[in-house]
């Protein structure tokens, strides 16, 4: 069985924190930043927890791999990156809900 996945972007409030992730359950992973489920954790001590760019991919693999692709870029590119694809910047977190 191939399992499906996803590389996010998630940011902090004023948009200057930014962090890249991947998961096979977005809506359980976006809730675990905005829970600060992992105190510890990057996203935690700097809160990263605003959705604000995904893309879907049909295995977990291909998703990792692109999120190796977007770790790469500059901070324009990303930014150039989640422009196209939220003008906005508004926090998906709602829209993947009831996936």
Not at 8 to 28: E, K, P, Q, W
Not at 30 to 37: D, G, L, N, Q, S
Request: charged share 30%.
């Amino acid at each position: 069985m191939v399992r499906g996945g996803c590389v996010y972007i998630v940011v902090n409030n004023r948009h200057t924190v930014f962090y890249v992730g991947v998961t096979s359950d977005l809506y359980a992973r976006v809730t675990e930043h905005r829970e600060k489920a992992y105190p510890r954790s990057f996203t935690a001590k700097y809160d990263v927890s605003k959705l604000v760019y995904y893309e879907t991919f049909y295995s977990i693999e291909e998703a990792i791999d692109r999120k190796k692709q977007i770790k790469t870029y500059s901070r324009i590119k990303k930014i150039e990156l989640i422009v196209a694809f939220n003008p906005g910047w508004d926090d998906l977190y709602e829209t993947v809900k009831y996936w």
